[in-house]
């Protein structure tokens, strides 16, 4: 009998965040503060060294489900708590386990109020994260996906910026909205299916087009909010802006690519023709995020706003990935879905460490950093390489990856998603020029001290993540080659 | 045979228990002084207690049997007896609640208890009820101790205003009850509900028998909307529940809501089910309209009173769409999971509503009472246990999991998706959105704000214990639904 290890990497965050939640409970002492921190970070690399496993004796050959773990959950409606990973899902557990232990690490001396609340929160929501992704069951997914809705309202509200109550709510709003017409969806399917939530029983559901049409529909409010896609994306600039910088990591590298997800996992093969009669609409909507999102990102004058906009627009990449339906296209999808949670979580972190210091985000009130934090600057310069998609990053691969995908599909949709390839390189290093090179700009930039040994560690970890990705990518994309495949002729079957 | 006569009119136990006991606390409480008064309070306790086993006893021995005693004004069944010990526990949580409350403003007096204990009475006759008049007599021994209850503080000119308010529209919506049952004795012959059942089955089918049958429904239906509390006749609650002492609020917001379901259920379910094309279409207009009204209106609440009577509103509403998806096209297949899952909704909706002012009573003291929004601010800084109770009740109002208030939307939109309402489902989850926001609002405050007052809380120990165990109910129910999903679907099936 092995370990249930995909129980484990849910419930050791969940259950170590509420250990969090207990020592840190005393508020303005320094030693429950130290305590907290001390449980939290034991408790995120307990958690990442679980999934560790779940890569070593993962079948990759194999498209099935693996590690499974199926128990009768709520006999009433026929839910079952059923884990599982293939090879779409499998990475994404690891990521975020990943993640996690950069953002403890992140926060450590910058969170100085409610350090055990904090820290709770990130666990917690580390676990539920885990949950969405291992769940077979559509409603334990939903319950997952739902309920990551609120340790993120807490963080957005309690540590984030000035505007953070609004963004919140705004985030919480936007996101249920979407959440509860997918439900409706689920219990339309669970009804059809007679009564089975089981996700795999819903992928050999017979539907006809109308009725996949109207359900595509419910579960694409739900992830295209979340992706963000265009025009329901308006959530995620304020969000990441008023987050505190680990809120913004976790957001970017793992809350996002929930609805991307999604996708894959509900709309592709359960609505598979509803899928391609309107993939018009997704590859619209994709390359309207890709190519005007790019512009938008241009005039960002915040930071955060600008990585936040470049996260809309990679995510356009993604989605257009997965709707050209092809096997570069979906594997560039995912690839990407991978590295730009590295990239995106490795650009929030630096910008965090330039807020620390200077409690501002605005690119005006800097440049000139590089005389001051050289180390820190050459990090910046290799994430803003990635995030532009320099080749020999992991930026490039995905990217790589979907153009080609999309060539096959079609020249000009190539042409347009290529677009990125120079906005993005405009916007990314033209805010580092600004922010980093020239004169320094002010006395704060000159009294500026260069990266501590904790954001260091914590910089070149993704570093050497984004490194290794763009140069070896092949551990990353062979574990899902057959998954994809897989998925890919599910696709290609007409249902109805 | 006298003996079995005897011992089956033992499955009344509950009630005479209940009668004699009140009779006699009524009786010590007249030669009590004040200091003497947790004689009172204890000995009701104790009683609830005796009430609570003798109950689970009947259950026991009746094995959920239904049987008729009292030449058929009394019947014992499985929902009988789940909603009686839903009520048990309402009332005791109730008396725990308050009394501090009331001592604080000189109200804690004997007819406190003895009045709750009478209208606890009532309800259970009015669940038990076989005939049309057995239901009336327990509504009105119901109403009237609650009115007089509303009436407490005597110096209230608000609270005495409410109590009239509320005696007025009471006693006219039992008029239009007892109009509707004239109508249906009328047409039938009977007050007997299962007697009235075999006759509406005869007389639907007959055009205009039929139409008089309907026009008596109208007014039974329009009787009931009133006594559950959904709109278009949901204009007392609000001035009701802000009138009142919030020991007295808490009271009407909870167990009569179970009493009024059982009365629903036994009118609408047991007496005319072969009418329910008619009565779902009007059930359907209610809910839409209570889900807009009381949503919409509870944002513009100030008062944390009055937005929770909304929200009882809208809560009806909902559950509501469990009571009218039960029969599709005259076939009752469905049927008892879709009253099972209205029953799942009432019963969590009874803990959540003790929850919500439960924490009001808490938060309330000598010369304060703790009824705004603004109230709330900044609980989480003075009492993050109880702000994280809190969290738990308005997340699960709010619905979203894993809280026990997803799983009651759960049953019941699956309920009407079963039904093919999916439209009616989709319009629900609409306006629950728009509920989510203001309890949102309030999280936001404890969370987000700074303290505003100083939050001292002199609750006894028994208060604390029961009031975190009514939060953390939420989310046991929220995780194990199962076991009082199942109760629910055995209490119903009884039914037919």
């Known amino acids: ?496 | 045979m006298d003996r079995t006569v005897f011992l089956n009119h033992l499955q009344a136990l509950p009630e005479m228990l209940l009668l004699a006991g009140t009779c006699a606390v009524m009786l010590v409480d007249v030669y009590s002084k004040d200091e003497r008064r947790r004689v009172t309070y204890y000995a009701a306790h104790a009683l609830l207690l005796l009430c609570f086993v003798s109950t689970l006893f009947v259950l026991r021995e009746s094995e959920g049997q239904r049987s008729l005693l009292f030449h058929g004004l009394f019947v014992s069944d499985a929902l009988g007896h789940v909603l009686k010990l839903m009520s048990y526990v309402a009332v005791a949580a109730a008396l725990v609640y308050s009394r501090q409350y009331l001592q604080d403003r000189a109200l804690f007096r004997g007819e406190f208890v003895t009045l709750l204990l009478f209208s606890l009475l009532g309800m259970m006759v009015m669940i038990s009820a076989a005939s049309f008049l057995t239901l009336f007599l327990g509504l009105e021994l119901m109403s009237l101790c609650l009115y007089a209850l509303v009436a407490l503080n005597r110096d209230s000119a608000l609270a005495t205003e409410a109590a009239m308010k509320y005696f007025v529209l009471g006693a006219l919506s039992s008029g239009l009850l007892l109009y509707g049952m004239s109508m249906i004795y009328g047409a039938t012959g009977t007050l007997n509900i299962y007697e009235v059942a075999g006759h509406v089955a005869r007389l639907s089918t007959s055009g205009s028998d039929r139409t008089f049958l309907v026009f008596g429904l109208v007014f039974l239906v329009a009787g009931l909307a009133f006594k559950v509390g959904v709109a278009p006749f949901h204009m007392w609650i609000p001035d009701v529940y802000h009138g009142a002492p919030i020991a007295v609020t808490l009271i009407v917001g909870s167990a009569p809501k179970l009493a009024a379901f059982a009365m629903a259920v036994r009118l609408l379910v047991n007496g005319m089910l072969d009418l329910a094309q008619d009565w779902q279409q009007m059930l359907a207009l209610l809910a839409v309209l209570s889900m807009a009204i009381g949503n919409i209106a509870a944002i513009a609440q100030s008062n944390l009173k009055r937005m929770l009577a909304y929200s009882t509103i809208a809560h009806m509403g909902f559950m509501l769409l469990g009571l009218l998806s039960g029969v599709v096209e005259g076939n009752a297949l469905n049927a008892p999971e879709a009253y099972s899952g209205a029953l799942f909704y009432m019963l969590v909706y009874v803990l959540m509503s003790l929850g919500a002012f439960g924490m009001m009573l808490f938060l309330s003291r000598a010369g304060f009472e703790c009824e705004n929004l603004d109230d709330m601010k900044g609980l989480n800084r003075t009492h993050p246990w109880y702000a994280f109770i809190m969290l738990l009740v308005m997340f699960s109002l709010a619905g979203i999991p894993p809280t026990a208030g997803f799983y009651a939307k759960l049953s019941v939109l699956s309920a009407a998706v079963n039904a093919g309402q999916v439209w009616l489902a989709v319009t629900a989850v609409v306006l629950s959105l728009v509920g989510a926001f203001y309890y949102l609002r309030i999280v936001k405050l404890m969370y987000f704000d700074e303290p505003k007052e100083s939050h001292a809380v002199n609750a006894r120990g028994s208060f604390r214990v029961a009031l975190s165990a009514n939060g953390l109910a939420m989310l046991v129910f929220g995780l194990l639904p199962q076991p009082l999903m199942a109760l629910c679907l055995v209490a119903i099936h009884g039914l037919f």
Request: aromatic share 14%; with cysteine.
């Open chain 1, 1 to 496: 009998m092995s370990l249930p290890l995909l129980s484990l990497s849910i419930w050791v965050p969940i259950v170590a965040g509420l250990a969090v939640l207990a020592t840190g409970r005393n508020e303005g002492n320094a030693r429950g503060a130290a305590a907290a921190r001390w449980v939290a970070i034991a408790g995120a690399l307990v958690g990442f060294l679980v999934t560790i496993p779940l890569y070593t004796g993962f079948a990759a050959h194999s498209a099935e489900f693996q590690f499974e773990e199926k128990l009768v959950w709520i006999a009433r409606f026929n839910i079952h708590y059923h884990l599982g990973v293939d090879g779409i899902s499998l990475l994404f557990v690891l990521l975020n386990s990943f993640v996690t232990i950069l953002v403890v690490i992140a926060g450590w001396s910058v969170i100085d109020s409610r350090v055990g609340q904090y820290y709770g929160a990130f666990l917690i929501m580390s676990g539920l994260l885990n949950g969405v992704f291992a769940a077979l069951d559509a409603a334990l997914f939903y319950v997952f996906f739902e309920a990551t809705l609120i340790p993120m309202f807490i963080i957005i509200g309690v540590w984030g910026g000035p505007n953070r109550v609004y963004a919140a709510v705004k985030f919480f709003l936007y996101t249920l909205f979407g959440s509860l017409l997918m439900l409706v969806a689920m219990l339309y399917l669970y009804n059809k299916s007679g009564g089975s939530f089981a996700i795999t029983d819903w992928h050999k559901l017979p539907l006809a087009l109308d009725v996949q049409t109207l359900l595509f529909f419910g579960f694409l409010f739900a992830f295209a909010v979340k992706v963000p896609m265009w025009p329901v994306h308006t959530w995620l600039p304020d969000a990441h802006t008023e987050a505190p910088t680990g809120g913004s990591v976790v957001l970017a590298a793992i809350l996002l690519k929930l609805g991307a997800y999604g996708f894959v996992r509900f709309s592709l093969p359960i609505l598979p023709d509803a899928s391609r009669e309107l993939a018009w609409l997704m590859i619209g909507l994709s390359l309207v995020a890709i190519a005007y999102i790019g512009l938008v990102t241009l005039v960002q004058t915040d930071m955060k706003r600008l990585i936040a906009y470049s996260s809309v627009s990679h995510m356009g990449f993604v989605t257009l990935g997965f709707f050209i339906f092809n096997a570069y296209g979906v594997e560039g999808g995912l690839v990407q879905m991978i590295s730009h949670g590295f990239v995106s979580a490795a650009l929030f972190l630096c910008v965090g460490v330039m807020y620390d210091r200077m409690h501002t985000r605005m690119i005006g009130d800097y440049g000139g950093v590089v005389n001051t934090m050289p180390k820190f600057a050459s990090f910046m310069m290799l994430f803003a390489m990635a995030n532009a998609g320099l080749p020999a990053t992991s930026g490039f691969v995905g990217e790589f990856m979907v153009i080609m995908g999309a060539m096959k599909a079609h020249f000009w949709l190539a042409f347009v998603a290529a677009t990125t390839l120079i906005t993005g390189a405009a916007y990314t290093l033209w805010m580092y020029k600004r922010v980093i090179f020239g004169a320094v700009a002010n006395a704060h930039v000159g009294a500026l001290k260069d990266l501590n040994p904790r954001e260091f560690a914590v910089l070149a970890a993704l570093a050497a993540a984004v490194l290794f990705m763009g140069v070896y990518p092949l551990p990353f994309t062979e574990v899902m080659h057959a998954s994809v495949n897989e998925l890919l002729k599910h696709v290609a079957t007409a249902k109805h």
